[in-house]
């Protein structure tokens, strides 16, 4: 009976997929694709009882920030793939089910929610007690890397092995897959944001010029590059000196760039090497003929794949959107509930 | 651009108050420019402070030190960055309101010989522009709010590190501005709810700083002497110009000043040329009846509980057993021109 109806109140339900990123929360709507790309940025207000009061979410907390005086503070809620404040990740949740689902309906959405691999019983049980609070009838959860390949396409309910590395904003997670399970995953605290970071350090120590992590990003993406590539580019970056305290213009290239990202790149490619390693021979044999897949905004990053291809000596792919993978494979899961239930991690 | 106030605050993490103040000073202070010393903070504050440089562009100053160089060196650092005529150092647990800035910049430029002003503190954060209210003298400005004129920072240098950073570095200051011919001062018509910066480090290490800026202090400046001066009876106060003058100067120095008056000679006495408004010198009024009987009381207590404080008798009889108003003159006019102090113009 349970079955009918749940059959029933899907027909009529706006079930929803959300990839809770640490730069990016996107939000896959079921029948019209993703919906929502927006940061996973809160502003909050912090009061005189030292309570915090929460502005905006998302796009509108980023464009708050550093326009309205007071005492107003941008928190991300997900750190290095973490959650770091709960109650702020259900305020968030709470804000994209609301922008997203359709209230008109009196039925309540299915949730798909993806979360990092290393994540805790306790963590788990508090991402599905938020969901639930803010408005899902059921709530799944979906392992990144997990989702990560099902969006790539990877046949990952068969016995052969896939590999996925999903390099996010704050976490790379590199992950064996095999009969719709994780037979190895490691996951290292390096991501998009780590190389920004390591972008405004270089610049900082070689020019004493002091930038922001957008302009950070956007040199990333421009003149970053993993390996070299054909010619040397390069731009302008405006930024503050550090010495005289005033705004100052400097012109860096791509192979500086290259340089400032050697540490974090090798990072990751330090966690692919050490999963290869501990996968057993079996499934090994199959990455070997089938190759490696890079997923999240970090597989971006010019010739990363050549990089890899170089240190590992396997085919690697990008996939087709890698930006949208993990959102789009946990909506994937949405339209097939028995992958879905397959997949889930339980709590 | 040229601005009338450079605002100086160092900054070494704390995100939150660093951009509760930020942003409070870029909304009350259309006419300063803001110069942030970052001491090596974190990514987090760093971010903040970037947004507020990006924000401000060139009203904004962004300067970082190579390492965590403490308050005095980087406040230091910030006033030799500065070009305007008054250099205004604010920490960050500041926070403005429109129109703070103007009463005390109005104090600096109708009185050329105050060197250092500080806002009345514990108030409601209302400035009181417009209405009369004195200037009071005071021994010692506060790194918390204070302004500094220019034209003082280029004759005798900075703060000095070596100093404890807190009350001796700052009396120090001011007994330096005082050799170099300006006061320090307290105005009355700006009233701003802040608190000192918070001293770091274990009690002992904040204990043996205190000691260490004491000693320091004893060594170039001498010790500070308590005085207490009687004026009873009519025509007390009249033609003390002169020993007036020295008491103001004897504040100044750091010396502590007790008068104790009947009610017309403590009127004069207010309404004198010198003002005699220092937070050194405290003016008790006798009571009208048996005024000669309370006095002598007054001064037996102050016999018992203070025994450095030296009693300046005024009349000349010698009962009181202290130095007369002659000898007070001399030795604060020999403390003015006696003791060394190193480092002007630095």
Known sequence: ?347 | MEYSVDIVIPVWNRPVEVRSCLASLACSSPNARIIMVNCCSERETERILDEFAELLDDRAMLVSTQRNVGRVAAINHGLSLASAPLVLLVHDGVVAFPGWLEPMVDAMGTNPDIGLLIPAKNGKGKSTHGMRRALLETDHGSLGVMMVRRELYASIGGFDADMDGDLWCLRDYSRRAERAGFRTARTESCRLDYAEPQQLGSLQRQEERLRRGAQLYLERWGEQRSYCFLFLGEGAADGADDLLRSVMTAARQGSRILILADKKNAVKLVCHESSLLHDGIVIETLPPIFTARAARRRLEMLRASSHDMVMVDLSGSGDTGGASPHEFIAATESRRQRHYFPGEGG
């Open chain 1, 1 to 347: 009976m349970l079955k009918i109806f749940d059959y029933l109140f899907g027909m009529f339900s706006n079930d929803l997929a959300i990839d809770l990123g640490t730069a990016n929360t996107l939000v896959y709507l079921k029948g019209k694709g993703v919906v929502i790309r927006e940061p996973s940025v809160v502003a909050v207000q912090k009061m005189n009882n030292g309570q915090q009061k929460v502005l905006a979410v998302g796009m509108e907390a980023k464009k708050m920030l550093g326009r309205t005086p007071g005492n107003i503070t941008a928190i991300r809620p997900m750190k290095d793939g973490v959650i770091a404040d709960f109650d702020i990740t259900e305020e968030m949740l709470r804000y994209f089910i609301h922008k997203v689902h359709n209230r008109k309906t009196l039925v309540r959405p299915r949730i798909v929610i993806c979360v990092p691999s290393g994540i805790t019983q306790v963590e788990k049980r508090a991402v599905k007690e938020s969901a639930e609070s803010a408005g899902a009838r059921e709530v799944y959860l979906i392992e990144e890397p997990m989702a990560a390949a099902i969006g790539a396409g990877l046949p990952i309910t068969e016995a052969s092995g896939n590999m996925i590395v999903d390099i996010g904003g704050g976490t790379t997670e590199v992950a064996v897959i095999s009969l719709a399970g994780i037979v190895y995953t490691k996951s290292v605290r390096v991501g998009g944001d780590k190389m920004d970071e390591a972008i405004v350090q270089y610049i900082k120590r070689k020019y004493n010029l002091l930038i922001g992590d957008q302009k950070a990003e956007a040199i990333k993406i421009e003149l970053g590059e993993a390996y070299p590539g054909n010619g040397v580019r390069s731009m302008e970056v405006k930024g503050r000196d550090l010495v005289s305290g005033i705004p100052k213009t400097h012109e860096i290239n791509s192979d500086e760039i290259r340089d400032a990202l050697s540490e974090p790149v090798n990072a990751i490619v330090d966690a692919v090497k050490i999963c290869l390693e501990r996968t057993p021979p079996e499934l090994a044999a199959d990455i070997v003929d089938k190759g490696i897949f890079l997923a999240g905004g970090g597989a971006l990053l010019r010739n990363l794949d050549i990089l890899l291809r170089e240190e590992t000596g396997l085919p690697v792919f990008i996939a087709e959107d890698p930006l949208s993978c993990v959102v789009l494979g946990s909506g994937k899961s949405l339209d097939e509930l028995n992958l879905l239930r397959s997949v889930a991690v339980s709590s």
